[in-house]
């Protein structure tokens, strides 16, 4: 599995590849992130955020897209920025067919660290520790992005046994409430 983790923000977007499969030894494709002037217009920075992940998903092709889910910040300011990076991401993807999932900051912690409460260095550690690097990437939003794509790749067997069995429950009770309708009283 490819995964393209996207950390959204609008002055850094960190953006990672990793491909590989849950209890595998995993691969960094590539990491870094995408540059905005934060003195520029709010549209062109938007803009410029989206050629970017297209430049990322045209050269890695990833299978899957990982973003960050936007929570709630003391800065509203920030946290708009945030929740606009990410629409681009999900909207870059979601205009290939590519499927996106969203994970939370303490999801990700968790699944990479097995805290959702560790620090940035902590995630940057492990993230360097099973991708076998040299060193943690940097700045911190690129290892953040190789996190969700390492975290999407252990969650997702469960998330699609998950859904699966959702859908199953969905078509067994439509199934059986067609079957009641049909009982001649």
């Not at 929740?83 to 999900?90: L, M």
Request: hydrophobic share 45%.
């Amino acid at each position: 599995m490819r995964v393209l983790g996207v950390d959204p923000g609008l002055t850094r977007c960190g953006v990672g590849v990793v491909e590989g499969v849950a209890g595998r030894p995993l691969a960094m494709l590539g990491v870094g992130v995408v540059r905005t002037p934060a003195d520029a217009d709010l549209g062109h920075r938007l803009v410029a955020v989206e050629q970017g992940i297209e430049r990322w998903l045209d050269e890695h092709r990833p299978e899957y897209v990982a973003v960050e889910r936007v929570f709630s910040q003391h800065n509203v300011r920030t946290v708009m920025g945030t929740a606009q990076a990410s629409a681009v991401a999900i909207l870059c993807a979601s205009r290939r067919g590519i499927p996106v999932a969203l994970h939370t900051p303490s999801e990700v912690k968790a699944a990479v660290t097995g805290s959702g409460r560790a620090d940035k260095a902590q995630v940057g550690a492990m993230v360097t520790r099973l991708l076998r690097l040299d060193a943690p990437p940097k700045p911190a939003d690129a290892a953040d992005a190789l996190a969700l794509a390492i975290c999407h790749i252990w969650r997702a067997p469960a998330l699609n046994r998950l859904q699966q069995a959702q859908a199953a429950h969905r078509t067994a009770r439509s199934t059986a409430r067609a079957s009641v309708r049909k009982v001649p009283r």
